[in-house]
């Protein structure tokens, strides 16, 4: 059983940045692939970033590249999202969530967190 954990969102201005957390609980030796995806009211929830399950392999949705930043803590057991350059755009619940297969397709994830409110005013 995997239980994920979001926090770090709020209300920021356009331009400034954010550091999402999601802390995961997990049996030990048990990895997974790691997303963060987000869903604004009314619209699908979208993908926004991966890495695999050994943290190889990074991969941003066109969206947020150059922007957001994943990176995990292992010792901690926590993954983050570094948001900078943000924009109304980016107003969103943000979701933390573990897979097996690291694609960037919502049905490829198991497991999911409660998701952390994202609000960007212009």
């Known amino acids: 059983q995997v239980q994920l954990v979001e926090s770090g969102g709020g209300l920021v201005q356009a331009g400034g940045s954010l550091r999402l957390s999601c802390a995961i609980s997990?049996?030990?030796?048990?990895?997974?692939?790691m997303g963060w995806f987000r869903q604004a009211p009314g619209k699908e929830r979208e993908f926004g970033a991966l890495?695999?399950?050994?943290?190889?392999?990074?991969y941003y949705a066109d969206s947020v590249r150059g922007r957001s930043t994943i990176s995990r803590e292992n010792a901690k057991k926590i993954v983050y999202l570094q948001m900078i350059s943000l924009e109304p755009g980016d107003t969103a619940l943000y979701y933390c969530?573990?897979?097996?297969?690291?694609?960037?397709?919502?049905?490829?994830?198991?497991?999911w967190g409660q998701g952390t409110q994202v609000t960007v005013s212009s």
């Open positions: 969530a573990a897979g097996p297969s690291g694609l960037c397709y919502v049905p490829t994830y198991t497991y």
């Open positions: 997990v049996r030990t030796g048990t990895t997974y692939s």
């Open positions: 890495f695999n399950w050994n943290g190889a392999i990074t």
